[in-house]
């Protein structure tokens, strides 16, 4: 079994802060056509399921998704102790001052990486607070890494650590939620089929990232 050497150092710093903004902007523009097509192929389902095999039309998908209520994620990061409370999606799209702030919250601590977060990731961390119900924010152990980080991580945790990371693309996370056994967390997260699930019971943390469906 894995083991991630994240789990292992919780501080208390608070770091600057640098990002590509450029790279975000480029990263969430792609996301908001792909999550458009999406959103309307998954209202359209959702309305053969309801409605008796009646698709929506682009414009009823469209007018669906503003009046669907926003997304609102709270996170704590257990590493420099940074929490946040963001609407990251509202009216049909995400919202990119939002996302940037979840993003600087999920950065790579050891040297203060800042990467864009894979918006399929913020919502399926969102789906799981929903899933078991949580008020309170969900703990961080690790969020984005570097190709540097994770080298270091790597050569000192042998083959804990996966060289070819999801981390590394902002694509994963791993995480606890205070007054839930790790069992339980990895449970709902199993349920919910968005990628791959790690559990992680001697470090207490659930691993979730949107690759392939997996789990281990």
Same mark, same amino acid.
């Given at each position: 079994m894995m083991?991630? &050497?994240? =789990?292992?150092?919780?501080?208390?710093?608070?770091? !600057?802060?640098g990002e590509s903004h450029?790279? $975000? %902007?480029?990263?969430?523009?792609?996301?908001?056509?792909?999550?458009?097509h999406l959103l309307r192929a998954g209202l359209g389902l959702a309305a053969v399921a309801s409605a008796g095999a009646t698709l929506l039309t682009s414009e009823e998908a469209? &007018?669906? =998704?503003?009046?669907?209520?926003?997304?609102?994620? !709270?996170l704590v990061n257990l590493h420099t102790? $940074? %929490?946040?409370?963001?609407?990251?999606?509202?009216?049909?799209?995400y919202v990119r001052d939002a996302m940037r702030a979840l993003n600087r919250v999920l950065r790579d601590h050891h040297n203060n990486s800042v990467h864009a977060m894979d918006p399929k990731l913020i919502d399926l961390v969102h789906s799981l607070s929903r899933k078991i119900n949580r008020r309170g924010p969900i703990e961080i152990v690790s969020g984005y890494r570097s190709p540097e980080t994770n080298a270091m991580l790597r050569e000192a945790d042998g083959s804990g650590v996966a060289q070819n990371s999801y981390h590394m693309r902002?694509?994963?996370?791993?995480?606890?939620?205070?007054?839930?056994?790790?069992?339980q967390l990895q449970r709902a997260?199993?349920?919910?089929?968005g990628g791959g699930v790690g559990y992680y019971p001697d470090s207490n943390f659930v691993h979730v990232d949107v690759g392939p469906l997996r789990h281990w």
């Open positions: 083991k991630d &050497a994240d =789990a292992r150092s919780i501080t208390t710093a608070r770091p !600057s802060v450029a790279t $975000e %902007r480029h990263h969430l523009d792609r996301c908001h056509l792909d999550r458009r469209e &007018a669906a =998704a503003l009046r669907a209520p926003p997304r609102v994620l !709270s102790g $940074e %929490r946040i409370s963001a609407e990251y999606w509202s009216r049909g799209k902002g694509m994963a996370i791993d995480l606890r939620v205070q007054g839930l056994s790790t069992r997260a199993l349920s919910l089929r």
